[in-house]
Antibody, heavy 117, light 106 residues
Framework: QVQLVQSGAEMKKPGASVKVSCKTSGYTFTGHYIHWVRQAPGQGPEWMGW????????YSIKNLEDRLTLTWDTSIGTAYLELSRLTSDDTGIYYC??????????WGQGSLVTVSS | IQMTQSPSSLSASVGDRVTITCRASQGIAKDLGWYQQKPGKAPKLLIS???TLQLDVPSRFSGSGSGTDFTLTINNLQPEDFATYYC?????????FGQGTKVEIK
């Protein structure tokens, strides 16, 4: 069965960087994109971008593209999200998601990132 | 593409019929999904392609619409349906979510 297991909670100071991992199993890693979605406390989800491990290619939303780095390691079926120059507005839960025909079908459990001085 | 979802919250009783709407700022064909989120959990895909129910989703959920206007209907609301619902357009990038509708117990 498809599974996405994410790294644990992180606490960071403003200005620091954070790297979240997403370990996949149950399918061929290069056969599907991985999307990233985040959710601030009490807010709706915000779609952030994707990786295409097969091409390879990435896409990030405009307001994050200078701080967001999406990478992956095909040999271990793992995707990574790195966000730099953190502010309190980056506090939230970060999800990796494997789509199925474009729909966000298989979700990781989420990784809580807290940015606080 | 902006997704405008309404209402932002509603109160309903078990057994009620509930309707949530989502409007896209431009036509998105039928490239819309509906997601349910419960506290502390990741969103769960209920409906894809505006009207296709996922395999594990009860038939009391249904979706309709195309172009710019979409509806999620829950018939015979059950206790486990109290949650927050989001629409998501996957017509083009960047994908965008609606603001959400919190369904609460009356």
């Amino acid at each position: 069965q498809v599974q996405l297991v994410q790294s644990g909670a992180e606490m960071k100071k403003p200005g620091a960087s954070v790297k979240v991992s997403c370990k996949t199993s149950g399918y061929t890693f290069t056969g599907h994109y991985i999307h990233w979605v985040r959710q601030a406390p009490g807010q709706g989800p915000e779609w952030m971008g994707w990786i295409n491990p097969n091409r390879p290619a990435t896409y990030s939303i405009k307001n994050l593209e200078d701080r967001l780095t999406l990478t992956w390691d095909t040999s271990i079926g793992t995707a990574y999200l790195e966000l730099s120059r953190l502010t309190s507005d980056d506090t939230g839960i970060y999800y990796c998601v494997r789509p199925d025909k474009g729909d966000l079908t298989f979700w990781g459990q989420g990784s809580l990132v807290t940015v606080s001085s | 593409i902006q997704m405008t979802q309404s209402p932002s919250s509603l109160s309903a009783s078990v057994g009620d019929r509930v309707t949530i709407t989502c409007r896209a700022s431009q036509g998105i064909a039928k490239d819309l999904g509906w997601y349910q989120q419960k506290p502390g959990k990741a969103p769960k895909l209920l409906i894809s392609g505006a009207s296709t129910l996922q395999l594990d989703v009860p038939s009391r959920f249904s979706g309709s619409g195309s172009g710019t206007d979409f509806t999620l209907t829950i018939n015979n609301l059950q206790p486990e349906d109290f949650a927050t619902y989001y629409c998501l357009q996957d017509y083009n990038y960047p994908y965008t979510f609606g603001q959400g509708t919190k369904v609460e117990i009356k």
